[in-house]
């Protein structure tokens, strides 16, 4: 037992007590926060369905558009279907992924730019 020669007796019930009462309290923060939201008012969320079509720029351009008429609209949230940069089949990926750790790529560009050109 090397707690034992580094502690005595009571020091290590004291610490196990301790972590014990933070890990509840942390429990209790978090049990609060899910049940009392900070502000309790409403969000405006938008759910967009597009057309994909095999065209990549043409897909991020109409998704682009999308998350703009949903931000004029009052959209705090915009969610936009799993597969929208390309057409919705597995098959798809290999074709359509994109090198994110080299920059940005076609797609998270413009999901990073559309709020800056909303708000």
């Not at 978090?30 to 967009?48: I, T, Y």
Request: neutral net charge; proline residues 8%; hydrophobic residues 40%.
């Amino acid at each position: 037992m090397l707690a034992g020669r580094l502690f005595s007796r009571p020091q290590v019930l004291r610490t196990v007590q301790n972590a014990s009462q933070s890990l509840y309290h942390r429990r209790e923060v978090c049990a609060r926060a899910m049940a009392e939201p900070a502000n309790p008012g409403k969000v405006k969320v938008a759910l967009c369905q597009l057309h994909v079509t095999a065209d990549k720029d043409q897909n991020i351009a109409a998704a682009r558009a999308a998350i703009e008429d949903a931000s004029r609209n009052g959209a705090k949230l915009v969610v936009l279907p799993e597969m929208w940069n390309c057409p919705y089949s597995n098959d798809s990926f290999p074709t359509y992924a994109e090198d994110i750790d080299n920059g940005p790529s076609p797609s998270t560009q413009m999901l990073s730019e559309v709020p800056l050109s909303t708000s």
